[in-house]
């Protein structure tokens, strides 16, 4: 019988609640546990106790891919990821992300709209009129655009690698579209919320074509989702 290959996101912050879960469902890894522990990730591949699960440690953003590709069989990944990709210009067709609720790995996180605070009042304007136009800049381009058009803001998107915080000071944009976790970042930047948008869900991503011709892998959803029932 093939392994089932699971793409779980590389660090400290995601892992181990990720890994918490399979453990959970009866797939314990100790060879994956010594690297929890260690912190080297040096290795990047870890078969499970038993054999039957080969767990794959994996870049947060690429897991969509590799679910979608199918170079793996089911990955865990935050809405950002998932979403970004499916909005993008490769949809994410190969992969369903409902079989399974969301898993509350990222609950503090969530998308938020800010900016300088003398900028709110022409936020609302946005909001209340399509002759303004919304200059943002963000890290989620596509999670962002669908968000404001839905909102009908006219908005023109500024897609940025990183540092999305400095950009309202240092470029004159109007307003960021970012994942606020604890707000620290924004206020040592002098920002503020003008909206909260949306929570950061984290999902289970399944492969369609594994769960089609696989028999392991729909009972091996099952056992997820009792074992994650059990993780709080």
Not at 59 to 85: H, L, S, T
């Amino acid at each position: 019988m093939r392994k089932i290959e699971i793409a779980l996101p590389k660090g400290n912050r995601l892992l181990p609640q990720a890994y918490e879960i399979f453990k959970k469902a009866g797939y314990a890894s100790v060879a994956l546990e010594k690297e929890l522990e260690n912190k080297e990730w040096k290795q990047l591949e870890f078969e499970s106790d038993s054999g039957s699960v080969r767990f794959l440690i994996v870049r947060a953003v690429d897991i969509p891919q590799y679910i979608d590709k199918n170079w793996a069989d089911i990955g865990v990944a935050g809405f950002d990821d998932y979403r970004e990709y499916e909005l993008g210009s490769l949809r994410g067709d190969g992969f369903i992300s409902d079989l399974l609720p969301d898993l509350r790995l990222c609950s503090k996180s969530r998308f938020c709209v800010a900016g300088l605070a003398d900028k709110k009042g022409f936020y609302e304007k946005c909001k209340a009129s399509d002759e303004k136009i919304l200059e943002v800049a963000t890290q989620y381009p596509n999670i962002a655009a669908k968000y404001f058009a839905a909102r009908g803001i006219v908005a023109d998107i500024i897609t940025v690698a990183g540092s999305t915080e400095l950009m309202p000071k240092h470029s004159g944009v109007d307003v960021i579209f970012d994942i606020v976790e604890t707000g620290s970042a924004l206020k040592e930047n002098e920002l503020v919320i003008f909206e909260e948008a949306m929570s950061i869900q984290t999902k289970i991503l399944v492969s369609k074509a594994a769960l089609k011709y696989d028999p392991n892998i729909q009972e091996f959803v099952q056992q997820l989702r009792g074992a994650k029932n059990e993780v709080k």
